[in-house]
Every structure is written in C-alpha cells, then in structure tokens.
Nanobody, 127 residues
Framework: QVQLVESGGGLVQAGGSLRLSCTTS????????MGWFRQAPGKEREFVAAIGWSGDATYNADSVKGRFTISRDNAKNTVYLQMNSLKPEDTGVYYC????????????????????WGQGTQVTVSS
C-alpha cells in the first residue's frame, strides 16, 4: 500500500507561483511513475503532468506547458509541481497519483492508469 500526502496549495494572485509537494510512503517510490491531476468545481478531474521513474521522462498537458514543471527526488520519496504564471483557470483541487510502472520511461496520462491517490490540496488563483 502506498500513501500519498500533498502540500503547498493556497491562494495566489494571477501571475504568481506555487510549488506543490507530494510525499509518499513505502520503499519502492523509485519504481512508480508519478502524476498530478486537478479538478475544478463542477468539472471532471483532468491530467496536468507526469514523470517517469528516474525523472528523465516527463509530459505536461497543453494547458500548462511552459508554465508548470514536474520533478521528483527519489531520495526523499517526493514529487513536485512547480507552477508559474498562474491563471484563474488553474484553480482547483490538485491530486498526486502513483502508478506501478513497468518501464522507467512510462508517463501515464489517464486516471485509470494510476493505482494510488492522495487526498488533494486546494489551489486558488485570484484575478
């Protein structure tokens, strides 16, 4: 069983930055692909970014390319989401997820590919 705990959310003005963190339990963090999703009020949960085992492979949703960066520190069992140039449409609950990946370059982008989820952290961007 893997437990994920997100932190770093909050209220920020448009154009500002936040860094989300997701710390996981377990000794096999390095074998999991990790992802970030978000869910705005009244909308479905959507993919934001994903990263493979070693951190060499990443993929971002088009809506956040050039603004958000996903990274990981396997020694700390933690994945990060650096969010810059935030927009009001980035508002939502951000969820961290873990996928028991078969290959180090796998960067899953769909909800069904992930095995474990955190409880989420709220990000609110004011205009």
């Amino acid at each position: 069983q893997v437990q994920l705990v997100e932190s770093g959310g909050g209220l920020v003005q448009a154009g500002g930055s936040l860094r989300l963190s997701c710390t996981t339990s377990g000794r096999t963090f390095r074998l999991y692909a990790m992802g970030w999703f978000r869910q705005a009020p009244g909308k479905e949960r959507e993919f934001v970014a994903a990263i493979g085992w070693s951190g060499d492979a990443t993929y971002n949703a088009d809506s956040v390319k050039g603004r958000f960066t996903i990274s990981r520190d396997n020694a700390k069992n933690t994945v990060y989401l650096q969010m810059n140039s935030l927009k009001p449409e980035d508002t939502g609950v951000y969820y961290c997820a873990a996928c028991a990946a078969a290959r180090p370059i796998l960067v899953p982008t769909t909800i069904s590919q992930y095995d474990y989820w955190g409880q989420g952290t709220q990000v609110t961007v004011s205009s």
